[in-house]
T-cell receptor
């Protein structure tokens, strides 16, 4: 079974630029999550999708972050404009609707 | 609000010794408690989990215990090996399938 795929793996941008991350969950998984993991910290949930609907986006900084999951499969997370404090690893995870979440390899974002 | 406290932040043990990592949570509605292992530069991977209707679960050298009254749960690794060196995260979840993670414990197993 293929795992959660993410791209790109690394991205370096300057502050105030925009960036987008892509996630392809495990086939058949209805729930998809985006996490932000700052160096030395645990993953922090940004947004949770159930199929193509948003379940929880309470921790998403909506003035600069947006996410969508069209057709209930792939998802994109966008930051516009980026700030220095957005430097982190962005992890995508998916779940078949049960408790266990399967993580992708992450995208390491550096904002200069 | 929801919060998970994890201790210690770093732990160094001699190969063959045991390691214990503890977490406390605040949300009474939490009913799922997974532990993830994250090696440097890699994705978090689930190593063991426990649900609120169980007090203890064991899988070979790792075990997790849960005390719902005190709202804390612990990870126990016995006969540690150098390949156990990694960062370990606890988390709590509820019926919404959302996870709140602890801040992590960096475990170093000295050969």
């Amino acid at each position: 079974e293929a795992g959660v795929a993410q791209s790109p793996r690394y991205k370096i941008i300057e502050k105030r630029q925009s960036v987008a991350f892509w996630c392809n969950p495990i086939s058949g998984h209805a729930t998809l999550y985006w996490y932000q993991q700052i160096l030395g910290q645990g993953p922090k949930l940004l947004i949770q999708f159930q199929n193509n609907g948003v379940v929880d986006d309470s921790q998403l900084p909506k003035d600069r972050f947006s996410a969508e999951r069209l057709k209930g499969v792939d998802s994109t997370l966008k930051i516009q404009p980026a700030k220095l404090e957005d430097s982190a690893v962005y992890l995508c995870a998916s779940s078949p609707g049960l408790d266990e979440q399967f993580f992708g390899p992450g995208t390491r974002l550096t904002v200069l | 609000g929801e919060n998970v406290e994890q201790h210690p932040s770093t732990l160094s043990v001699q190969e063959g010794d045991s390691a214990v990592i503890k977490c406390t949570y605040s949300d009474s509605a939490s009913n799922y408690f997974p532990w993830y292992k994250q090696e440097l530069g890699k994705r978090p991977q689930l190593i063991i989990d426990i649900r609120s209707n169980v007090g203890e679960k064991k899988d070979q050298r790792i075990a997790v215990t849960l005390n719902k009254t005190a709202k804390h749960f612990s990870l126990h690794i016995t006969e540690t090996q150098p390949e156990d060196s990694a960062v370990y995260f606890c988390a709590e979840g509820d019926s919404s399938y959302k996870l709140i993670f602890g801040s992590g414990t960096r475990l170093l197993v000295r050969p």
